[in-house]
């Protein structure tokens, strides 16, 4: 498949080039954005026809996978019983615990054997999922306590993402960055450095970022009218520079420096932290500050950037896919600009970055920093929803004062009734009272009228709502999202 927004794999897929993958990975797509993730990444092959990534969408929602192009039906998962998750996660949570919902295991029990059908052969796993929704965000919580049960064989990599602007989504996303943060921290005291991670990496990306660039670049586009999607295209762009990150090191080689599979392996599942991919396209004539301006704007402006810590990163690695003439990418300046660029932004960093070969006339670079710390996007977002909550109190705040004297006084004057019964069908009958209660009756104690002004300013408290599984939830009590993370954390 070779998507719109690629040259690299259009080119390496028309020339049959794809014939091996750095690292083996089955990819579980939970929820609507994760579905779509899955989707592109059930469309790359071989050269011979065959699928790279073997793909699961899972959800509560089966309208969220109607249109989905690459999973086949057998490999959409919906779980019985429920039409979609409403941006609460506690729902996944609960579905999933035998000690709530009597359920669970048979839930479990549909995921084990659609894993174990269609991922016997992989040796890593993406996990997809939009962090401000409810079951994808949901099912990401969900996964970090089935990795301390080895629920997993294979080490998992978390593909994340923010949302932009909506509370409820920031609320979702905050908590669960939280708990990422802390597994990662946990993970850090059970495995030495050098260890393959039960948790990888873990890759963010930032939608309010997207959006402010397709936006842009729909602006400076000369024709205005054609459509541009942010949220397609920017999957797209996204997964394909996964992809071939992938790829690349497995189907080119160097005469000059190899960057092979094993380093991309390693960067996967090694470092267990925040992992970025950036890319950047260089056309020719060749130069070391074009190259450096290049892979600067990519790091620092690139699809993945998200304010990333790189100065904390444990590894980097990257290539640049270099035309077969342009032997200018040998010399020892050019070199030295990768490393220069590279030491600006980790200077601690352990890596390599290696020179692939090509027949195309343009270069691509890739550059990947891992074992990162949370990025500052996730702090910037927490600011975000603190102005966005001060904002609606002081809208709250704003009480208005209705004076209702004389409309009260107007509905005790008036005898209208259009439901008055009558004895008699005749003029000069007396017309009947109606009963208090209301701030529209005509015969009201002065302590009901108070009381029916005051039910007005103050809000009747909704009755308790059942939990699935559960007994009801009393005003007040913890969230039940809140209390399996904690509970997850002690055992």
């Not at 402010?212 to 586009?221: A, L, V, W």
């Not at 991309?264 to 470092?271: K, P």
């Not at 302590?447 to 029916?452: D, I, L, R």
Request: some cysteine; proline content about 4%.
């Amino acid at each position: 498949m070779g998507l719109s927004n690629s040259k690299v794999l259009s080119f390496m897929n028309e020339n049959a080039l794809i014939k091996d993958v750095s690292l083996r990975f089955g990819v579980i797509g939970a929820g609507q954005k994760g579905n779509k993730d899955a989707d592109i990444f059930a469309a790359y092959t071989y050269a011979d026809g065959k699928q790279i990534y073997p793909s699961l969408a899972i959800n509560f929602s089966k309208t969220d996978m109607i249109h989905l192009k690459h999973i086949d039906e057998e490999d959409r998962i919906h779980f019985d019983g429920f039409k979609g998750a409403a941006r609460t996660p506690s729902l996944v949570i609960e579905a999933f615990d035998p000690e709530v919902n009597e359920n669970a295991n048979k839930y479990r029990q549909q995921l084990i054997d659609a894993m174990e059908r269609k991922f016997s052969e992989v040796d890593h796993l993406f996990i997809c999922a939009g962090a401000g929704g409810g079951f994808g965000t949901g099912f990401v919580s969900l996964a970090l306590g089935l990795i301390k049960e080895q629920f997993f064989p294979v080490p998992v990599t978390l593909l994340v993402s923010i949302p932009i602007d909506d509370p409820t989504e920031m609320t979702n996303a905050i908590l669960l960055m939280s708990e990422i943060n802390e597994f990662i921290k946990l993970q850090e005291d059970h495995f030495d450095p050098g260890d393959v991670k039960p948790l990888g990496s873990v890759i963010i990306t930032d939608n309010k970022k997207l959006f402010n660039d397709f936006s842009g670049k729909k602006e400076n586009r000369k024709n205005n009218d054609i459509l541009i999607s942010w949220k397609d295209e920017g999957n797209d762009v996204i997964i394909s520079t996964i992809h071939e990150a992938n790829v690349i090191p497995a189907n080119f080689g160097s005469d000059n420096v190899t960057y092979d599979p094993s380093d991309f392996v390693r960067l996967m599942q090694v470092t267990g932290g925040f992992l970025s991919i950036h890319k950047a396209s260089l056309e020719a004539p060749f130069d070391a500050d074009d190259l450096k301006n290049k892979m600067k704007n990519s790091i620092q402006r690139g699809y993945f950037a998200c304010g990333h810590n790189y100065d904390t990163a444990q590894m980097y690695g990257g290539f640049v896919l270099r035309p077969s003439s342009a032997s200018i990418f040998k010399d020892v300046k050019m070199e030295q600009t990768i490393r220069k660029t590279i030491l600006e932004s980790t200077p601690a960093a352990q890596g390599k970055y290696g020179d692939p070969i090509w027949n195309e006339a343009y270069a691509v670079v890739y550059t990947m920093f891992s074992g990162m710390i949370m990025p500052n996007r996730v702090v910037e977002m927490s600011r975000e929803y603190d102005e966005i909550k001060e904002r609606q109190k002081q809208i709250k705040s704003k009480e208005v004062n209705v004076d209702i004297s004389g409309a009260m006084e107007s509905v005790k004057q008036s005898t209208f009734n259009p439901y008055q019964r009558r004895t008699e069908n005749k003029f000069g009958s007396r017309s009947a009272g109606v009963g208090g209660g209301s701030v529209f009756s005509r015969k009201q104690e002065q302590g009901a009228e108070q009381e029916s002004v005051a039910a007005l300013q103050t809000p009747a408290q909704e009755a308790p709502k059942k939990k699935f599984g559960g007994s009801s939830t009393e005003p007040g009590t913890s969230n039940p999202w809140a209390n399996w993370n904690k509970n997850s954390k002690n055992k």
